[in-house]
């Protein structure tokens, strides 16, 4: 069973460009994660979706993250402009389960640089 | 709100003696709990799920417990090898289940 896809790696941009990262979940899972994890950190959630729809964005810094996930499959996180506090690791992750949490599965995560 | 501490930030032992990371919540209304392995540079992977209602899950060397109403769950690894050297992140269910709350993880150094 293939696991969790993320897109690039590694980026590397100046501050007030923008950046999207891409996540291809667990074929079938109903509800996807985005986390980021600054260096030394545990993950905080950004963004949690189920199937296309939004359920907990709250941490999300909506002046400058977006997110989408369009036919409840792929989603795509863009940072716009960036800042240099935006350096960190963005983690995707799927869960099979509707209700309630369910056992999580990681990407590999995005590694952003912002100089 | 759910905020999840583990102690120790860092762990130094010898190969083969058997070992104890704690993590502690503050809201005990969790639906499940997870432990996380993470490698430098690399994702997470999942190592044990305990539901609210279990005390204990093993798998091979690794044995977590969960205790809900002292806000607390243990990991424990037994005969520890070189190769278990890595990050370990506890996380519990936020106060509407929906998502994991993570801790800032304990780093495990094993050395031969």
């Known amino acids: 069973e293939a696991g969790v896809a993320q897109s690039p790696r590694y980026k590397i941009i100046e501050k007030r460009q923008s950046v999207a990262f891409w996540c291809n979940p667990i074929s079938g899972h109903a509800t996807l994660y985005w986390y980021q994890q600054i260096l030394g950190q545990g993950p905080k959630l950004l963004i949690q979706?189920?199937?296309?729809?939004?359920?907990?964005d709250s941490q999300l810094p909506k002046d400058r993250f977006s997110a989408e996930r369009l036919k409840g499959v792929d989603s795509t996180l863009k940072i716009q402009p960036a800042k240099l506090e935006d350096s960190a690791v963005y983690l995707c992750?799927?869960?099979?389960?509707?209700?309630?949490?369910?056992?999580?599965?990681f990407g590999e995560g995005s590694r952003l640089t912002v100089l | 709100k759910q905020e999840v501490t583990q102690i120790p930030a860092a762990l130094s032992v010898p190969e083969g003696e058997n070992l104890v990371l704690n993590c502690s919540f503050t809201?005990?209304?969790?639906?499940?709990l997870q432990w996380f392995r993470q490698d430098p540079g690399k994702g997470l992977t999942s190592l044990l799920l305990?539901?609210?209602?279990?005390r204990e899950q093993t798998s091979g060397r690794l044995n977590a417990s969960l205790d809900k109403s002292s806000g607390r769950s243990t990991l424990y690894i037994a005969a520890s090898q070189p190769g278990d050297s890595a990050t370990y992140l506890c996380?519990?269910?936020?106060?509407?289940?929906?998502?994991?709350?993570f801790g800032k993880g304990t780093t495990l150094s094993v050395s031969s």
């Open positions: 979706f189920q199937n296309n729809g939004v359920v907990d």
């Open positions: 992750a799927s869960s099979l389960v509707v209700r309630g949490t369910g056992e999580l599965f």
């Open positions: 809201d005990s209304a969790i639906y499940n």
């Open positions: 996380a519990a269910t936020n106060q509407a289940g929906t998502a994991l709350i």
């Open positions: 305990i539901q609210s209602s279990q």
